[in-house]
């Protein structure tokens, strides 16, 4: 099961950070994500990292949209993985959700497991 928390109504230029919490069973092996989703628009890949098995470090991966102001992050041990957010922009409003995937895929279908979703909300 993940669970996303941290969304909110900001301003154009603020930051903000969500999380997400794994539970259940180990994430640690997994590609964690973060897709999100306006209305009327398809889920778009935000940005993933890399699970344990991936050698030295972690590999992290982002949408053309948010690089260069996004950065996620992930602490294992805690099963959690974090979403920072800068320069944040109107049209970055939407809902955002976590997932667990086998490995980095940029297409929602390819992971298995998904939050219940956290509404970003950037005022102009």
């Known amino acids: 099961r993940l669970v996303e928390s941290g969304g909110g109504l900001v301003q154009a230029g603020d930051s903000l950070r969500l999380s997400c919490a794994a539970s259940?069973?180990?994430?640690?092996?997994?590609?964690m994500a973060w897709f999100r989703q306006a209305p009327g628009k398809e889920r778009e890949f935000v940005a993933a990292?890399?699970?344990?098995?991936?050698?030295?470090?972690?590999?992290?991966y982002y949408g053309d949209s948010v690089k260069g102001r996004f950065t996620i992050s992930r602490a294992s041990a805690r099963n959690t993985a974090d979403l920072e957010m800068h320069s944040l922009k109107p049209e970055d409003t939407a809902v955002y959700y976590c997932?667990?995937?086998?490995?980095?895929?940029?297409?929602?279908?390819?992971?298995?497991?998904w939050g219940q979703g956290t509404q970003v909300t950037v005022s102009s």
């Open positions: 997932a667990a995937g086998s490995s980095v895929y940029t297409t929602p279908a390819r992971y298995h497991y």
């Open positions: 259940g069973r180990s994430f640690s092996w997994y590609t």
């Open positions: 990292i890399s699970g344990t098995g991936s050698g030295t470090g972690y590999y992290t």
